[in-house]
């Protein structure tokens, strides 16, 4: 786990409450005012999703909402940019999978 400890706007990272949150059934730990994104990085976690046509792995791009490579879904809502998006007690976070053909299909003629 990566964090800085002590930053100087920020303050100590002691200080701060945990919060439990899940990403892909995983239980992960973040801390409070933390983003999505941040507490993905922290505990290691750089593949968010995948390419919606090809299937390639895709991660954390700019970081600061410019693009859009960190969607995720959350509590069921999808295109949810992690780097954004603070992390709230209980969340459920999920990455972006590939879809088969057929559904991709149906899913563009809505």
Request: net charge positive.
């Amino acid at each position: 786990m990566t964090r800085i400890i002590n930053h100087p706007i920020l303050g100590k990272l002691e200080d701060r409450k945990a919060i439990p949150f899940t990403f892909d059934g995983k239980t992960i730990e973040a801390f409070e005012n933390e983003t999505i994104a941040a507490a993905l990085l922290a505990n290691g976690i750089r593949k968010l999703r995948v390419h919606e046509d090809c299937g390639t792995p895709r991660g954390f791009y700019c970081n600061i909402g410019h693009c859009m490579e960190c969607r995720v879904t959350v509590n069921h809502q999808a295109n949810v940019r992690a780097c954004l998006t603070v992390v709230e007690k209980d969340m459920v976070v999920e990455s972006g999978k590939h879809l088969p053909n057929i559904v991709r299909k149906m899913v563009e003629q809505q």
